[in-house]
């Protein structure tokens, strides 16, 4: 039973996650598509999107990954430069996050500065993050379903300050009541597109690749 929860849940707790951020990316290049257009982008969902990136997945999503990938690296040698390679992102990853909170609030606090300012970089975060979470999903996911085990995922959760999702847990913080909004009606609006069109989702998720 031990095993059963610890193991399955956990991978399948990953999985879940995975999509949460996808999902928020996709919200972020929304935003940088209107950028582009020269139309005016919501830069308060933006900096709220950027925040719990840098709040959540930098904070507790990225670390557990790290011990985790310590943990496979030791049993499948053969694993060791994609997990270098992983680790190595998840630093590159905080530091283009926190570059984008700070330009994202200075903007909503009224400064002015060049488009391509946010935008360049703001699309690359989106592009990294995507291919790292590709990477993680069909390399790593199942090499950690078949090494790891209860007592691995005990001691990751152990070492680890739990704190629960701020988004997209049941009772979310305040400060993402948009955010969360917003999120509902992507879904909808998803839905409705997938519904006239058959070939919607699979060529919407083809894009995100």
């Known amino acids: 039973m031990l095993k059963r929860f610890s193991s399955e849940v956990a991978i399948a707790l990953w999985h879940a996650e995975h999509v949460n951020f996808a999902k928020l990316l996709d919200l972020l290049e929304g935003q940088l598509d209107l950028f582009h257009k020269g139309e005016s982008p919501d830069y308060e969902l933006m900096l709220d999107i950027m925040f719990y990136m840098t709040h959540y997945p930098d904070v507790l999503h990225h670390p557990k990954e790290d011990l985790a990938f310590a943990r496979i690296k030791q049993r499948a040698a053969d694993s060791g430069r994609i997990v270098d390679e992983l680790t190595e992102q998840h630093a590159l990853l905080k530091e283009s996050g926190d570059a984008l909170v700070h330009a994202l609030d200075d903007i909503v606090n009224g400064s002015i500065m060049p488009r391509e300012h946010v935008e360049e970089p703001a699309r690359a975060y989106v592009a990294d ?8 999903e069909t390399a790593i996911l199942p090499l950690a379903a078949t090494l ?7 001691a990751i959760d152990a070492a680890i300050r739990h704190m629960d999702d701020p988004l997209f847990a049941k009772n979310g913080e305040e400060r993402y009541a948009a955010l969360r909004r917003q999120i509902a009606r992507e879904a909808v609006a998803f839905q409705d597109c997938a519904q006239q069109d058959p070939g919607f989702e699979e060529v919407n998720s083809a894009r995100r690749q």
């Open 129 to 136: 993050f995507r291919r790292h979470m590709h990477t993680e």
């Open 148 to 154: 790891l085990r209860a007592s691995d995922w005990v």
